[in-house]
């Protein structure tokens, strides 16, 4: 069964709206979770690691004030696309981990700005 | 800088025979490595895991080899299926703790029915 839960799982909507991106770790407590993205034939991109309780680290090049994440609590980190843009149309993902453990994926949300 | 290459974009293998999957590094203080399986649309799925004080594991059809000195390590599917054919990512990372994972460019899996 899934471990990591990511809701919605594709999105559409208008240039300049801001999108909320959930994901949950349904089996364990995930102090750090990780977003990804990808482009079409193209492979996994880390944005950045959210920290349970504290400011995320973000990757070289990604925008923080574009996408916002906060890690509220110990099985849910969220990640905002603040006025999105075409742009930023893509398959964002989400991961979480036990400690030293491979990291488990979410299903992906399908971001499509128009 | 692709830290973590996977040089063949595709592959192609008869159902029942071995699939080889092969992937490159290029930072030493990886130590963990691991290969995802991938189909459109979803997230990557967890396969396999080999730390660098091995040079082998095995799980069902599934067996990692890894090699140190040439920061080479290979996935090695037997018998291959068609519920096999995907994408298959390999990663990296350095083991303890909560460590990002660097993937690589993942490799087209088609097995032939």
């Known amino acids: 069964g899934a471990v990591v839960s990511q809701h919605p799982s594709w999105v559409i909507c208008k240039s300049g709206t801001s999108v909320k991106i959930e994901c949950r770790s349904l089996d364990f407590q995930a102090t750090t979770m990780f977003w990804y993205r990808q482009f079409p034939k193209q492979s996994l991109m880390l944005m950045a690691t959210s920290n349970e309780g504290s400011k995320a680290t973000y990757e070289q090049g990604v925008e923080k004030d574009k996408f916002l994440i906060n890690h509220a609590s110990l099985t849910l980190s969220t990640l905002t696309v603040t006025s999105a843009h075409p742009e930023d149309s893509s398959f964002y993902i989400c991961?979480?981990?036990?400690?030293?453990?491979?990291?488990?994926f979410g299903d992906g949300t399908r971001l499509s700005i128009l | 800088d692709q830290q973590v290459k996977q040089n063949s974009p595709s592959l192609s293998v008869q159902e029942g025979r071995i699939s080889i999957l092969n992937c490159d590094y290029t930072n030493s203080m990886f130590d963990y490595f691991l290969w995802y399986k991938k189909y459109p649309a979803e997230g990557p799925t967890f396969l396999i895991s080999i730390s660098s004080i091995k040079d082998k594991n095995e799980d069902g059809r599934f067996t990692v080899f890894l090699n140190k000195s040439a920061k080479h390590l290979s996935l090695h599917i037997v018998p291959s299926q068609p519920g096999d054919s995907a994408v298959y990512f390999c990663?990296?990372?350095?083991?303890?703790?909560?460590?990002?994972?660097?993937f690589g460019t993942g490799t087209k899996l088609q097995v032939i029915p």
């Open positions: 990663a990296a990372r350095r083991s303890g703790g909560y460590q990002k994972v660097t």
């Open positions: 991961s979480a981990s036990g400690w030293d453990q491979p990291q488990h």
